[in-house]
């Protein structure tokens, strides 16, 4: 445990007076406000300090024994004993409510047996943090888990399959640490999902074009097509027409938090017409717009 | 589908807290604070509550005046987006630093 020393942690001399410790102390203050400075720990510690040096330092009793016994605070134990014993509840104005008994350093803690204020103390929940969380598609659509790091601390996450762009988590009491007692701020997650190459997502469903050959439109045939569960076989009917659109049942997105549960993958076929023809496949094709 | 809100008693809220009712007023004129009149009683939604006691905290723990506080509530949001953004871009950079 360390001596604290309070005239220097008000930026005072030791022999200002009341108003001038109210002074420097209302000037700090201002400076290092929790509200005034959200997330930042180090400022939160210095305000937990300048309460502490103006709790000492602007009642003329504890100043008086602090000034007293000072660096041999060891030996304030009697006092502390006697002045708790004649302690009675007092409102000395001035002092933030946003202060409870634990934040007094163990110095303090000491010399003077505790905070010696009777004020109310006002819980407040902690500030709501706010994030994103970037995903390729394939990533949204498979439960996994990721790590994200707020305010220093690691926050394991598992991110169901079938997030939805622009979809809202929130993790309860992972945001800005709480007040006087009071709950921790809540975490809001934002998930941006970025776009595949080959799907195009709909809610559940996916859609995604697969080109296929002339010949195979008119005369039917197979295709090979790419789905979230490896590849499968289409059989292409005869006489197809470009832009018919089939249905693959259940090979879509999963369904969020609904385990077994998929959307459907909509397959469009765009016919390719075939460019760069031979004299033969032009006479052919001559011929066969004359039948 | 529609939230539901939590109301909470301007009058109340001022007992509690020792708050002045003209306080909520000024907050609700200059566009600080939102307030619903049912019935002639005046209310804040419980989302705000925070928001409020946090703007209390500024005018009677730091004697901050009302043009201060709009000041700094347009700074505080700034800080906090700017933090939340950072937020996200660190996250984004350790998807590069793992690898």
């Given amino acids: ?291 | 589908m529609s939230a539901q809100t939590e109301l909470i008693d301007v009058n109340q809220f001022c007992i509690y807290h020792n708050v002045e009712i003209s306080f909520i007023h000024s907050l609700h004129q200059s566009g600080l604070l939102d307030i619903v009149v049912v019935k002639e009683t005046v209310f804040i939604q419980s989302e705000q509550l925070e928001q409020l006691e946090k703007l209390a905290r500024l005018h009677y723990d730091l004697d901050i005046n009302l043009e201060g506080i709009e000041t700094i509530a347009y700074l505080l949001e700034k800080v906090t987006r700017l933090q939340d953004e950072m937020t996200t871009i660190k996250n984004k950079l350790r998807v590069y630093d793992s690898e």
Avoid: C
């Fill in chain 1, 1 to 291: 445990m360390d001596f604290v020393d309070y005239y220097k942690v008000l930026e005072v001399d030791k022999k200002a007076s009341t108003e001038d410790i109210k002074k420097a102390y209302r000037k700090l203050a201002r400076k290092l406000h929790p509200d005034l400075n959200p997330n930042d720990k180090e400022a939160h510690k210095k305000f937990q300090q300048i309460n502490e040096a103006n709790e000492v330092l602007s009642d003329p009793e504890k100043r008086k024994k602090y000034d007293q016994y000072g660096k041999d605070w060891q030996h304030g134990d009697q006092y502390a004993q006697a002045a708790r014993s004649q302690q009675r509840p007092r409102n000395d104005g001035g002092q933030f409510n946003n202060f409870s008994e634990d934040d007094f350093s163990d110095f303090f803690s000491s010399m003077f047996g505790g905070s010696s204020r009777s004020k109310r103390q006002t819980k407040f929940k902690g500030q709501d943090y706010n994030t994103e969380i970037h995903l390729s598609l394939m990533d949204a659509l498979t439960t996994h888990q990721q790590t994200l790091t707020v305010d220093g601390k690691n926050i394991r996450i598992t991110i169901p399959a079938g997030v939805e762009n622009g979809q809202i988590i929130k993790l309860k009491g992972h945001g800005g640490a709480g007040g006087n007692g009071g709950p921790a701020g809540d975490l809001y997650i934002t998930f941006v999902i970025a776009n595949h190459p080959i799907f195009k997502r709909s809610g559940n469903d996916l859609n995604m074009t697969v080109e296929i050959d002339l010949y195979t439109a008119v005369l039917g045939g197979e295709v090979m097509v790419e789905t979230l569960n490896g590849k499968v076989k289409l059989k292409v009917v005869p006489e197809t027409q470009n832009g018919t659109k089939i249905r693959l049942k259940g090979k879509g997105a999963p369904v969020y938090k609904k385990e077994g549960e998929f959307g459907d993958l909509y397959v469009t076929y765009h016919i390719k017409i075939p460019t760069n023809l031979t004299e033969k496949q032009k006479a052919l094709f001559t011929e066969l717009s004359k039948l």
